[in-house]
């Protein structure tokens, strides 16, 4: 029998739109290219998924049941009326407010914390209507969005790269 340790807390990069859709319900899964890209087919195996050859590929981003908390670009606006000092450029319009990048946010001003309910793998283009809804995207829509956060990387919609379909729940600590 496999016992397997405490839910892990990691960190996830999420833009303004998508921390939106999050915030809104309307994201519930994120894909993830999976570096470095496995060279052949993969299965799901005793331990996971795995290559061909049984070596195992774990997901950085955890399994199921672990937590992502999420990063999101953040800034600094002063004393506000109800005593905080920072607040969230997805909800957040005002001026004069100094923006920190989302990599910079500590854990602790972290306003979402989301569960992993379902890990996969799969080519990018393979994503079914459903699933681009889940996204938090408007169909025919997906493969622009993926082009414009991961071309510039090498991971094209052309390409067709390998990822980690993560299906997320909100939760409140």
């Known amino acids: 029998m496999s016992i397997r340790p405490a839910a892990r807390t990691r960190p996830i990069l999420f833009s303004g739109p998508m921390v939106r859709a999050i915030l809104s319900g ?3 899964q ?5 570096t470095p890209q496995p060279d052949a087919r993969l299965r799901w195996g005793l331990a996971g998924w795995e290559d061909v050859h049984g070596r195992p590929l774990p997901c950085r981003y955890g399994a199921p049941g672990d937590l992502l908390w999420v990063r999101e670009t953040w800034g600094i606006a002063g004393e506000f009326g109800d ?3 920072h607040t969230y450029r997805a909800t957040d319009d005002r001026n004069g407010i100094i ?4 990599i910079f946010m500590p854990r602790a001003l972290s306003r979402i914390t989301l569960k992993i309910t379902d890990v996969r793998v799969e080519r ?3 994503i079914s209507e459903p699933d681009e809804a889940a996204e938090g995207v408007e169909r025919h829509t997906f493969a622009a969005l993926w082009n414009a956060i ?3 990387r090498g991971y094209s919609w052309e390409r067709n790269p390998w990822v980690w379909a993560l299906t997320l729940q909100q ?3």
């Open 26 to 28: 309307a994201k519930t």
């Open 83 to 85: 005593g905080t000092a």
């Open 150 to 152: 991961n071309a510039k």
């Open 124 to 126: 990018i283009q393979d």
């Open 99 to 102: 923006w920190r990048p989302s």
């Open 171 to 173: 939760v409140t600590l």
């Open 30 to 34: 994120t894909r993830r290219v999976i």
